[in-house]
Structure formats: structure tokens, C-alpha cells
């Protein structure tokens, strides 16, 4: 299948990578169906894409590249929603937003985006007791 994205035109994707959240994402409800690119070879940095919208695509990263100490605990509920059976097959990333500079950059801890890689289902989940803001700035030097 042949896409349109926002940062690299056309691109052809197998269905097999497409990422299904049902219920969308907050801010977003109607744009369910997702693919993950890389924004360029070098970049830890990826594209959460939307099939729906080219214009829509959402700047992504593991956190773990940048917060060593990143951690919470997933709710059961989103467990059974995502029917996850393998923490292996777990895949967390976060919303960036991109600065003039990557020191300016900043990641959304608050609201983490957990991928079943094994069924391709997703959330956003919103971490309510958290300590977490939505705009931590990139800790670039433990990334090196």
C-alpha cells in the first residue's frame, strides 16, 4: 500500500506495519491507523504516521534513550486492551516536540504510547499519578 506522509511524500508500507489504536489518540479520535517511520537513517528519532492524514505525523522516540530512569506501571486494564501476553512484545515511545535545537526538545513522559508489536495494537495512555509533565527537556548527554 502506498501512503503520503508528511516528512518523506510517498512511501509504500505492508499492512503488516500498520499500528491500530481504537480509540484513536486524544486530541485526534477519528485518526486510528498509524505506521512508524524512521525520520532519517542517523535519527534516534521516528515518525508516528497517520494513514488517514499525511499532514499528521507525530514525532516519536523511545524514552529510554533519553531517561534512563523513565519507568511506570501499565494498567491492567490497557493490558487487556491491547492484549498483551509478553512484556517482550511491549514497545513504549513518547511525543516529542521539536525545537530549534535538540537541547530545547521536549518529550511528553506524561502521555507514553504503548505498541503491541506482537497484535500491532495501541494506546496513548494518559499517566494521571504520576510525577511526569508533558515537556521534560531531552537529557542529550546521557543519550551519547
Known amino acids: 500500500m502506498i501512503i503520503q506522509t508528511k516528512y518523506h511524500g510517498e512511501v509504500k508500507i505492508k499492512e503488516e506495519q500498520m499500528i491500530n489504536f481504537s480509540n484513536g489518540i486524544p486530541g485526534f479520535l477519528d485518526q486510528k491507523q498509524f505506521v512508524i517511520l524512521p525520520l532519517s537513517e542517523e535519527s534516534p528519532f521516528l515518525v508516528l504516521q497517520s494513514l488517514k492524514n499525511a499532514e499528521l505525523g507525530f514525532i516519536v522516540s523511545s524514552p529510554f534513550l533519553f531517561f534512563n530512569q523513565y519507568e511506570f506501571d501499565l494498567d491492567e486494564t490497557v493490558v487487556e ?38 497484535n500491532m495494537k495501541a494506546k496513548q495512555v494518559i499517566l494521571h499519578d504520576s510525577a511526569y509533565h508533558t515537556k521534560h527537556l531531552l537529557e542529550v548527554a546521557s543519550s551519547c
Not at 506524561?110 to 506482537?118: E, L
Request: proline residues 3%.
Open 81 to 118: 486492551i491491547l492484549e498483551v501476553e509478553d512484556a517482550n512484545d511491549v514497545e513504549v515511545m513518547v511525543i516529542l516536540t521539536m525545537e530549534s535545537s535538540i537541547e530545547k526538545t521536549t518529550a511528553n513522559l506524561r502521555a507514553p504510547i504503548i505498541v503491541n508489536r506482537k
